[in-house]
């Protein structure tokens, strides 16, 4: 059996050769959707598809579709994400939403939201949060607010008093984060006031 991730991006195998472009293309536009975070035009899958033909003249189908998953993880819409002063599209929305909540890309589900133009219906902006709340990556959020607002990674670097805190030891500035990122996380996940972190 492949592993989880080979399988999730190899939709499928071709049969032989007369397959291999078709297939190619059903591997790789959801990958580039997913990594330029909306939906994506033929143009947009080009220049990927340009580079399997190219290796694959020469290289397995497998090593041919790790070449244009290299190039699509080196595209500028991958890696840049460019914020104007302006009204966003749903799939800008969707993109801000995951990496403010995740850290991370939307994912296919939030992208398919953007795709429908929903995000502008304050009730499905609401379900999609309370969604990606629910997924264990919103710990990212929690994990990223508390050590920058509340500068926890500083913690690693101080070094208390011996004279005044003789019982301290190194092993309680790690349970000082958990402690502190399992408050704010309590905080979110209940609803209550942000007064009480203040």
């Not at 078709?22 to 080009?46: N, S």
């Not at 694959?56 to 998953?69: E, T």
Request: some cysteine; glycine content about 2%; overall charge neutral.
């Amino acid at each position: 059996n492949p592993a989880p991730s080979r399988a999730a991006i190899f939709r499928c195998l071709p049969k032989d050769a007369s397959e291999d472009s078709a297939c190619a293309e059903q591997i790789l536009r959801p990958l580039v959707r997913r990594a330029f975070r909306r939906d994506v035009t033929a143009a947009d899958v080009a220049p990927f598809l340009k580079t399997f033909a190219a290796t694959r003249a020469n290289k397995p189908f497998a090593a041919a579709v790790a070449a244009a998953v290299r190039d699509v993880l080196i595209a500028p819409d991958f890696l840049f994400r460019l914020e104007f002063h302006q009204p966003v599209n749903d799939f800008e929305f969707a993109t801000r939403l995951s990496f403010f909540i995740w850290s991370s890309l939307p994912d296919e589900a939030l992208l398919n939201t953007a795709s429908k133009g929903q995000l502008q219906d304050a009730k499905v902006r609401e379900r999609e949060v309370r969604r990606m709340l629910a997924d264990g990556r919103a710990s990212a959020l929690l994990d990223n607010f508390a050590a920058q607002w509340l500068n926890l990674r500083a913690i690693e670097t101080v070094e208390p008093d011996k004279m005044l805190y003789p019982e301290f030891e190194r092993s309680l500035t790690a349970d000082f984060q958990t402690e502190t990122r399992l408050f704010v996380n309590s905080l979110l996940r209940e609803n209550r006031s942000v007064l009480e972190l203040v």
